[in-house]
């Protein structure tokens, strides 16, 4: 009988021991954070960069002198420090993960074969990069832009309390709170089409910095900084869609650069662009129709199905919401409706400071292409939309600008970007209200629409707005 309470409790030790590593052995998924556990923990010396996509800077990164580190308490990369930072772990196919960043492996890279650990680290809402552990001691990190070796020099990072004190983190902060910066896409009305800018706003303890501007999208991704083109009037009058990495000199011979097919597309006007998606309006002949593109397959003349992006609760609002809408042709009288077999006929509009969905039905009343709008009850998922925070109520907005129509606000809630019809306004934010003046202002043109805002914190306000000037951008 003791001889078998002990295999009892032997066994029961063992599945313990297993609890404690599911989280390491769930293929595919995105895990939540082991608390308990830094899947990156120590200290990580950069051996050599293994991309180069702009300056570089070893020290800033981390070097022999001064390592990145990780824990489940702070997150440093060279002298910059986050508090409580956010790990999240995904398996992939090296070779498959590398070439979603554009890396053609060399002979190390493809005699990797095992599945490998990706790590992403985020602190608030700041995404700080990923990392793919090839072996507890070596780890490849795709740092702003860079694309880094990483060896692990130590077991264990710093003590938080000591480095709050030390020099590592830039004017003894962990967090710098008061630097913000955005990137407003700006679709302008031009002619019987639009035109297209990007226009950087960035402030330093509610400080503004000068406002600079370039032509066409300019747009971070997790491979580097990205161009959004639109091309109209070319090939018999059709309109192209182009987007490419800004670190490519030539992007004819680009291999990474992605465009839709021209002949069938008679204009094409975007609505919105985030990291991997855009959603834009296509004119084929008739009535314009809404699609979502990958910003790598925008060749693709049908776009992602509402099943395929917004998940099951998303999709059933959009049959719900569409349902409802046909109802009410189907009352008018109106049978000639397009069917929309691809459930891909819908996209992103902006209201009252919010990315909403918006579904669209094509149908024609005495020979004329219509179309009819239905609003979608679901929220955006996240890999569409990343960051969407609006801190102030709607109203406290429109007690300060009367005249608003959309509003976007930091993460670090210090300085909010005010759309009118005919300006932009940024103020500073104090507590749950605006300033009373505002720190900059920028006329618009009548018509004029944000297609894109995506913010940067800390030291990655510096490097975008580095990034932006390397690559033509100007003062206002």
Known sequence: MLYKCRIFLVLFLLLLSGCANLSWTTAGKILPPVYDICPIEGKWAVIEELGSEGYWNAAKFGSETVPLQFSREIAILGSKAWKHPAYKIKKVDPRDYLMTKYIVPD????????TVEVVTVFADANYLGEFMRIDDATVIAFIQNKVLLLHKVADQADDPSSVAHSNVAENNQLNNTGTSGVFLGIRVPSGNGYSYKTVWIAADDKKLRPVL?????????????????????????????WAHNVATKDVLEDKNSAKTAPLSTQSIAVDYIGNDYVTIARNNGGADQLQVLPVDQLSSLLGIKAADLLGETGSSAYHRARQEALQTLHTQ???LIDEDFNEDNFGLTRR????????????????????MEFNINSMPPPNLVFYDTLYLSWQSIKDRVPNAVDAFTSPNKDIAVIKTPGKLYVFGISGEHLDSIPLGEMDLKAGTSVIMAEWATGFYVDDWEKAFMNNGAQAV
């Open 333 to 335: 009288g109106i049978t």
């Open 213 to 241: 501007s370039r032509k066409d999208i300019f747009f971070p991704r997790h491979s580097g900084f990205w161009e959004l083109q639109v091309k109209s009037g070319i090939n018999q009058g059709g309109a192209e869609l």
């Open 107 to 114: 002979n190390y890279l493809t005699s990797i074969n095992q």
């Open 352 to 371: 009252n400071g919010h990315w909403h969905l918006l579904g669209r039905i094509s149908y024609q009343r005495d020979g004329t292409p219509k179309t």
